[in-house]
């Protein structure tokens, strides 16, 4: 086996399925199939014979599903990374999605609804190939020599020093993004939050439109707040919580006194929308510095520009750290380019959300 090689574990009660996963994947110089399982029970079997990195794995099995399957997985071993597979063509699919990537799946690709004789699997094949080499840990950033992780210092913890945050009064409302891992971390982050934190919510989670409901839904009973997907023209109340509907920008914009929900069909930003950049360049607007953004794990460098126009007008932005991110391409970008004043590990973000949100 080639040094660096990605080793993966296919995990389908179907037969075709495994062998169609196989053949996409088949040819890739820095992955390999090192074997299947027809079950859950023999997918942990698989675990403890081989050295795996990352499961490919459905979630509509017999006998144990994949749902039920994660956190044993996870226990056996808690590196390893899960890549569901989910038809999503029914709510019922769609629901178990989003429960497997709130406790602990890191990313989903869907099913093709068929395997057309004489196709050749192109898109899927694409998308799988990014997904699993986004999660892949031989394919992250290598630092320089004498570089550091955290420009603020070896905790990374310590804030951008060119631009320190300039909270003048209370915040105002807390916006959040995140892609590849999010959902689990977002429902880590809510959940843990200080009864206390009163600011409306407001999160785009990279995702299809068929799921944001979902998603918010499952979040709302996670962190025991008002939750539900963004609606036009919604005024944002104390304790909510508002996530973006897939397939369309979500904006804050100010009314009076009030805090509004937009939404819009405006063209893709960072290929996203989504995009974490339209909701925070938009709370940048309305609430200036007393606003927070939080980005979270996350494929690409979405939230970037917007973490650059809270920066500017004096807000705080908290990136999540390398080590705790599933893919640290959004958090790292905003880090990378001194736009964080705190980087933090997940578990350090719920207690410093509601350290700067407490501020009077």
């Known amino acids: 086996m080639a040094q660096g090689k990605l080793r993966v574990l296919i995990v389908d009660d179907s037969g075709v399925f495994r062998g169609y996963w196989g053949r996409l994947l088949s040819g890739e110089s820095d992955i390999e199939v090192v074997t299947t399982a027809v079950s859950a029970k023999a997918a942990l079997e698989a675990l403890a014979y081989h050295s795996i990195d990352l499961v490919l794995l459905d979630v509509e099995m017999p006998e144990m599903s994949g749902l039920e399957?994660?956190?044993?997985?996870?226990?056996?071993?808690?590196?390893?990374?899960?890549?569901?597979?989910?038809?999503?063509?029914?709510?019922?699919?769609?629901?178990?999605?989003?429960?497997?990537?709130?406790?602990?799946?890191?990313?989903?690709?869907?099913?093709?609804?068929?395997?057309?004789?004489?196709?050749?699997?192109?898109?899927?094949?694409?998308?799988?190939?990014?997904?699993?080499?986004?999660?892949?840990?031989?394919?992250?950033?290598?630092?320089?020599?004498?570089?550091?992780?955290?420009?603020?210092?070896?905790?990374?913890?310590?804030?951008?020093?060119?631009?320190a945050p300039r909270i003048s009064g209370p915040v105002q409302v807390i916006a959040i993004g995140a892609s590849t891992g999010g959902p689990n971390a977002l429902s880590l982050v809510l959940s843990k939050l200080a009864e206390s934190v009163r600011q409306p919510i407001v999160i785009v989670q990279h995702m299809p439109a068929n799921l944001t409901a979902m998603l918010a839904e499952r979040l709302g009973r996670d962190c025991k707040r008002p939750c539900a997907e963004g609606k036009d023209g919604t005024v944002l109340r104390q304790g909510s919580v508002y996530v973006a509907p897939g397939g369309r920008?979500?904006?804050?914009?100010?009314?009076?006194?009030?805090?509004?929900?937009?939404?819009?069909?405006?063209?893709?930003?960072?290929?996203?929308?989504?995009a974490v950049d339209v909701l925070f360049r938009s709370v940048a607007e309305a609430c200036s510095n007393a606003s927070l953004g939080v980005v979270l794990t996350g494929m690409g460098e979405d939230g970037k520009r917007g973490s650059e126009a809270l920066r500017a007008c004096g807000a705080a932005v908290v990136a999540q750290d390398e080590a705790s991110s599933v893919v640290w391409g959004?958090?790292?970008?905003?880090?990378?380019?001194?736009?964080?004043?705190y980087t933090l590990p997940l578990t350090s973000i719920s207690e410093k959300v509601s350290e700067m949100a407490a501020r009077k």
């Open 69 to 163: 399957a994660i956190p044993h997985f996870l226990k056996a071993k808690p590196e390893l990374k899960i890549l569901i597979a989910s038809s999503l063509t029914s709510s019922a699919a769609g629901r178990v999605t989003v429960e497997a990537l709130t406790v602990g799946a890191h990313d989903f690709i869907g099913k093709p609804s068929s395997l057309v004789a004489g196709g050749d699997g192109s898109d899927v094949r694409a998308n799988l190939l990014e997904k699993i080499r986004a999660l892949s840990p031989y394919s992250g950033r290598v630092l320089g020599a004498g570089e550091s992780k955290a420009p603020g210092g070896a905790n990374a913890q310590a804030g951008d020093s060119r631009t």
């Open 249 to 274: 920008h979500m904006t804050v914009r100010r009314v009076g006194s009030d805090l509004v929900l937009g939404l819009n069909d405006d063209p893709p930003e960072n290929f996203c929308r989504p």
């Open 330 to 341: 959004m958090p790292g970008a905003v880090h990378r380019a001194g736009l964080a004043s």
